[in-house]
Every structure is written in C-alpha cells, then in structure tokens.
C-alpha cells in the first residue's frame, strides 16, 4: 500500500467471493455477502460437522504419554489437501504464542474477506493459554476463564519462534500474489487492490512477510475488531514503502485509517511511555487517567496522552509503572470512520482497548485553564455540598452501579488551599451530612461502621473546620434509624416506632450541645420533609395535614389541610434530579413546591400561604428555575419514564398562574440569562427563547444527543461562555450560537447514574470570581474565571 497525504481513504463495502489462484469466480451457490459471510466452519453446523467426523474417524485425545496428533481426513473441500498439524503438546499442556496474534471465534478460510475476519481478542503476555483441540491447520486454545478461541497451529510450532518484528512498511503486491494463513497454509486470498492498500508489513519468517491487514468495520454493535495477520512470499511483493515513526507528528500527515492500523498492531500492555513516544511523538497533552480499578478497590490513577486531530483523537493510558494499560479512540459521527455509532468497548485481562463514536460531528479539542488548586480525593465522585468562607463540605462517592457502593465519604477542605482536614468514611451503608443554621458545624449520620466492619446507626455533630466531635445521640434500645433532617438551630432524628413498623418518633435536638427539646410520635404514613437547617419550623406532613412546628417547642405554628395524593413524589424517583437546584454557598428559598392533594402548591414557609399551584397528573416532572419559573416536563402517555417522544414540556409563571409556552420536546436542566434559556433538549445542548419557547440554536449535529439523560452537571455562564459537563468532557461553547469551542484539560467527568441530585448540585459551581469543579476520578479544583487560556479567553 502506498502511504498518501491528505483526507482519509475511505474503503468501500464491497462483496467478497471465493478466490481460487487470484481469480474472482461466481460458485453456482453464489457469493458469500453480508450475514452469509459466516464462519464456513462456525456455529451449530461447525459442531454438528465436527461430532460427525470425530463420530466417523473415531478422533479421540491422546493419552498422558502422547502428543496430540490428528487424523489427516479432510474437513471441509477447501482443506482437502491440508493434513492436520502435529503440534508438540497435550490436551491442558500450556501453549507458548507470542503476543499479539489474533484469535478467531470460529475458524475461517479463504471464503470470508481478509479484512471482515472480525478479530476480537489478540493473544496477551500475561495469558495462559491451554490446548483444548486440534482440527486440520488448526488449534483451540482455552485460557484461564475457560474462553476457546481458534488460531492457526503453525503458531504453536517451534518454527514459528524466528518470526521476528521488522520496520513497517506499507506494501503492493504484485498481480496474481497471494495472501496465506500461515507461511505453510494452503489458505489463501488474492491480492485485490483495495486489500493491497490496508496491508502493512509488521514480520518476517524466512522468505515471508507477515502483513497486518486492517478490518474493513472497526467497530460494531459494542463490539471492537482488531487486525488479522497473514502472510506474503517476499518475492510476490512489488514494492514498499517504509512509515517513519512520530506517527502522529510526521510532516508525511498520515491517515487516521493507517494510524489506526499502527496502533492496533503495534501498541499493548508492554508498550513503554518512552516506546510510545519514539513511535508516535510527543502526545498533545498529558492528562491524569479515569479510574482505573473497579468500585471496592483502592482508587489507581494513572497518565492519559492525548493525539488530537480533526477526524480522530488517540487517547493512551500509563499505569504509575510507564505500561501501556488502556488505548481509546474518540471518533466523531457521521464521517465513515469504519465503525457504528456508539463505539465499542475491549477488555484484555487488565488492558482496555476502546472506541468511543461521538453523538456528534464535532469531538472536542482540548483548551488549558490551570486550576488555583486541586485536592485528589480517594472516591471517584467529588461533589461540593456546602460551602463558607473558609471551609468546603465535600461528598466522596465511588460511583457504583444505580447507586449502589462500596464506600462514600464526607471531609472538609481548606476552601484557600484545597488542603483536606478530615474525612469520614461511610462504607456501604446510607449516610447523611447537613449543615448548621449558623454553617460552622455539620450533623452526620451514618449507618455503617467501617472500623468495626458492622452496621450501626451513628448521629454525630462535628466542628466544620477540624473534624471534632461536639456531641452524638444514641438511639435508645439501639433500634435502627430512618435518618436525619434539621430547621432552624435543631437536628431532627427519624426513628420508627419499633421494629418493622410503619409507626414513628421524630426527636428533636438542640443542634449547639446535643440535648433533647422535644419529641412526638406521628402516625402510619407519616413524613417528614425538612430540606435544610434553613427552614424555620419543623416541618412534617400526618393525617391529612401539613404542620409546621416550632423548632424548640414544638407547638404547631400553621397547618395546612395534605390529604395524600394518589400520585407518587417524583422525588421517590431515584432517576429525579430533584424539583430546586440548591446554591452550596447560599441558603435555601422560604418559598417551596408542595404536592398537597393531588395539587402542586408553592408555599411560603414561614406561613404555609399558598402562593400559586397547578393540577398534578402521573408522568410529570418539575424544575424551578434561577428565575423562579417552573419547566413542567409532562410524558403524555403518564409513565414515569419514556422515549424523548413522549414529552412536551411548558414553562409555568407562579406570579401569573398560567403557562408562558409548550413545546413537544424534554427539556431540563435550565439557566435562565436574560432573554435566553439554556437546557438539555431530547439530550443535546440548546438554547430557547425564555419568553416564547422558540429554539434560538441547538447542537444537535455538531456535539449530538445523548440517548439517556442523567444529568451530569448544570449549567454554567462565564461572560460569553457556557461551560457545561458532558460524557467525559467539560465542554466550553459559545452562548450566542452554540458553536463548541473545547473541552477543558484535565477534567474527567462521568455518567453519576442515581447521584443526579448530587451532581445537579455539586458538580460545578461559582462564587464570585471562583469556579468549583468536581470530576469522576476523585479530583476537585478550583479555576480562577479570568485564566481560560488558549484561543479564547473570558
């Protein structure tokens, strides 16, 4: 193939027949295309076929004190001529390969195209492979989680040991030169011109080359394919071309195609930063890595390199010992990329190989803005929940599966220098942290002790600022807790009635030393529904009434009539993101959205007056803006959930009682600047007409739709700027038209599914000239607003 500048060549679908001596000829079955280009071995009738023969040959497994040798019947017509291999090992003997060879499913033959082989795996160093089969050319291996796969048995031979590496080159063959299996295979493929151009030259063995031949597809349907290596007499070659290295910085400009093919043949699990860097240059940036260990392990951070181009971003993943340990490509939508939208993901043992297809046509570049201070947390998750002056209350969270996890964390950190002054580990169990009224002093509870390895419900108050406890309340006779809520200068403990019972006691504590004020037993169905040491009164909904209660006396205060609703709280939705975004460095509004009565009603908290309301119906979904209209999310079919479809969603006015405006989209996640609202709409960045609805810009097409919409983190505005977490990224578009501009270096975000309400929160602030950012790989920074550099700059 000979290497060309400029855009990517783009091989075409094409149908593949059966080759005899570099001929194309039509069999009176016709040509294996499309689904018909299965394994001529595979599948039930490979072992219908294979029970057949061994049936008719007797073929049994030799004994302890032989070596396996097959019977030279034929299998199939193609390999009439093929007596099986002798291969010098027995059945569970561990084979010796060399890495990097491909694996096959199924055993294949000339019938299926060279570059549709849909390669898998490629044998690894730390594998150990057993022999488990042999069939004609053929050999099973099974490694140690009992996975078969096929290569041919050459490779299991000790002739096959002065195969050795060679420069790349890219290659022509000469007209009527064939491809082989192996060196001694009668398995062969013509030379096609469009195979010549995907053939590189990575190994030699006597007069043979070894040539890594590129899948057609790369990717499909969440699966990865890598090369296939056969093999080209040395003499049949027309000429060569040899690739200098700097792949990725070599002024000859290579095509993503080649660069792809580079990587997967050349790069694995023993590549060295220093082997990296000979071989592909200097990475445009280096970045710290996601989270390499698994939810329940010690958290292992290693380096991340990235390659950025236009069409394709390589992204190369180093443990703390220089190995390669995960290679991804970020590719965009919609530009024949050799692979289907959605990517694929490729696990090897410890090593990931990984293509991820953009929803959109754009992939970000990244943009530097370097960080006043970064804090690296031991959890993946770091999000802010309250912050003072001098202190941040910080949320750790491993981001376990829906919600589930092997620890979460609260801890402080010094809001000046990012300098951590305790942490409390929760484990597995539920845990809760509120702030004082005065903001100096946090109640936590938890209910598991990781020292003691045991669940045990603990309600301790402690100073914000180094972590002491100032006092902690046992539960009489030990019973279990439902948890913790506070108003005004108290903590309200949750307690049922007894064991299993439906039946409660709220005791109310005096939040400066601990000490009872006072307690009342509430009835089967009881809630309480205090958010935040912010409320004045103690707030809890019983027998059809909503009663807001003195804090120290509990004496009731007001009462509004709440008989229940036949619909479930959206806030029971653990998928819900909840109805108010809450200002970590702000107190809590004195105007809240109730569901009394199968109505929604905004209510004044210091009087229970009803200030506005509208009729509540299954299926809907509330979002109280920064303005302080609602986003009514309805699904028109009343399920909880639904397709995009599904939904239309109004803009409500309390002060007018009416809708401003509906339109037949979702539409979250809104920031409301001046005439202009941002969101979320049917999963892509948009922006709407805060008055009439009506879409200004959306990025649909060039940063895509995202098929679920957990959010990730909201909105944020930096004079023209629009920042705003998305996939992996920290995204930066421009607010007037929604162009996307970049991603921001060094920020790893993630999908925090059941810890929307977390993220929506505490992900990304700002206060005054200070941005407080979280991420999925434990770090927290804080970005000082006028330091975005680059090409843009705030």
């Known amino acids: 193939m000979r290497v060309k500048k400029g855009p990517e060549r783009n091989i075409g679908g094409y149908t593949r027949c059966v080759t005899l001596t570099g001929i194309t000829v039509l069999l009176l079955t016709g040509c294996v295309t499309g689904e018909q280009q299965a394994d001529a071995f595979g599948g039930q009738a490979q072992t219908s076929k294979q029970q057949m023969l061994e049936q008719k040959f007797k073929f049994q497994l030799p004994n302890a004190d032989s070596t396996i040798s097959m019977l030279s019947q034929p299998l199939t017509p193609l390999s009439s001529q093929r007596a099986s291999v ?140 890598h090369h296939v290596l056969l093999w080209v007499k040395k003499k049949d070659i027309e000429s060569q071309t040899s690739v200098p290295d700097r792949w990725f910085v070599s002024e000859s400009s ?40 698994e939810p329940g392990d010690p958290m292992r951070i290693g380096q991340t390199w990235r390659y ?190 007894a064991e299993g019972s439906s039946n409660g006691w709220i005791h109310v504590l005096n939040s400066s030393n601990g000490k009872g004020l006072w307690s009342k037993k509430l009835t089967t169905g009881y809630q309480l529904l205090n958010r935040s040491a912010d409320e004045p009164y103690v707030l809890y909904q019983e027998k059809n009434q909503l009663i807001a209660a003195d804090p120290l006396t509990g004496r009731t205060v007001w009462q509004v009539e709440a008989k229940p609703s036949v619909i479930d709280h959206i806030e029971n939705n653990p998928y819900f993101d909840g109805i108010h975004r809450i200002d970590p460095f702000g107190s809590l509004p004195l105007e809240r959205w109730m569901l009394l009565n199968d109505q929604w009603v905004l209510l004044d908290m210091t009087s229970g007056k009803k200030l506005s309301q509208f009729p509540a119906r299954s299926g809907q979904q509330l979002e109280v803006l920064n303005e302080g209209t609602v986003l009514i999310r309805e699904n028109k079919k009343g399920d909880a959930y639904g397709d ?3 939904y239309a969603t109004s803009l409500f006015d309390p002060a007018t009682g009416a809708s401003r405006w509906t339109v037949n989209a979702k539409i979250e996640r809104g920031l409301a600047d001046e005439d202009q609202l941002y969101v979320i709409m049917n999963g892509y960045p948009a922006a709407v007409d805060y008055r009439t609805g009506v879409t200004k810009w959306d990025a649909k097409e060039s940063v895509g739709a995202n098929q679920h919409s957990t959010n990730q983190g909201s909105y944020l505005i930096i004079g023209e700027r629009l920042l705003l977490p998305r996939n992996e990224d920290f995204l930066v578009m421009d607010k007037k038209d929604g162009t996307l501009l970049g991603r921001v270096h060094d920020v790893v975000m993630g999908t925090p599914e059941h810890r929307d309400r977390d993220a929506k929160n505490g992900m990304i602030n700002r206060i005054d000239n200070e941005v407080y950012v979280g991420s999925a790989n434990g770090r927290f920074r804080v970005f000082p607003v006028d330091q975005l550099e680059g090409d843009i700059s705030f």
């Open 86 to 225: 002798n291969i010098p090992y027995k059945k569970g003997e561990r084979v010796t390969l060399k890495a990097g060879l491909p694996l096959f499913s199924v055993r294949k033959d000339s019938r299926i195209a060279a570059d549709q082989m849909k390669i898998t795996h490629l044998t690894i160093p730390s594998e150990k492979y057993t022999l488990a089969a042999i069939q004609g050319e053929w050999v099973q291996v099974k490694t140690k989680e009992h996975d078969s796969y096929w290569l041919p048995g050459w490779y299991a031979l000790k002739q096959s040991n002065l195969m050795k590496e060679t420069d790349l080159r890219t290659i022509t063959v000469k007209t009527g030169g064939k491809l082989y299996l192996t060196p001694d295979s009668t398995v062969a493929w013509s030379s096609s011109e469009s195979l010549s151009e995907q053939a590189l030259i990575v190994s030699e063995w006597k007069d043979w080359y070894g040539v890594s031949i590129a899948p057609r597809i790369w990717s499909e349907e969440s699966t990865g394919y």
């Open 254 to 293: 290579l095509p993503t195609s080649l660069l792809r093919q580079l990587v997967d043949t050349k790069l694995d699990q023993t590549t060295s930063t220093k082997q990296a860097v000979k071989w592909l240059g200097e990475p445009d940036w280096k970045e710290h890595s996601r989270n390499l260990n």
């Open 308 to 497: 950025e181009r236009n069409d394709a971003q390589l992204l190369l993943t180093f443990d703390k010992s220089n190995k390669l340990t995960e290679i991804r490509w970020n590719m965009p939508a919609g530009q024949q990329n050799n692979q289907a939208a959605g990517g694929s993901y490729n696990r090897l043992d410890r090593f990931v190989y990984t293509t991820q297809v953009a929803p959109g046509k754009s992939i970000p570049q990244t943009l530097p803005w370097k960080p006043e201070w970064v804090n690296q947390g031991e959890l993946d998750y770091t999000f802010l929940q309250a912050g003072t002056e001098d202190v941040l209350l910080m949320k750790g969270d491993d981001g376990g599966f829906s919600g589930m996890h092997y620890d979460d964390s609260f801890y402080a950190l010094d809001r000046h220098t990012g300098k951590m002054l305790w942490r409390v580990h929760n484990g597995y169990g539920p845990a809760q942290a509120i702030l004082n009224t005065k903001r100096d002093a946090v109640t936590l509870f938890t209910s598991y002790d990781t020292d003691r390895k045991q669940y045990l419900d603990r309600v301790r108050h402690i100073n914000l600022k180094d972590g002491k406890l100032l006092w902690e309340y046992t539960p009489e006779g030990h019973v279990r807790l439902n948890g913790i809520k506070a108003a005004q200068n108290v903590v309200i403990v949750d307690t049922p009635a």
């Open 644 to 646: 995009y479809g599904d």
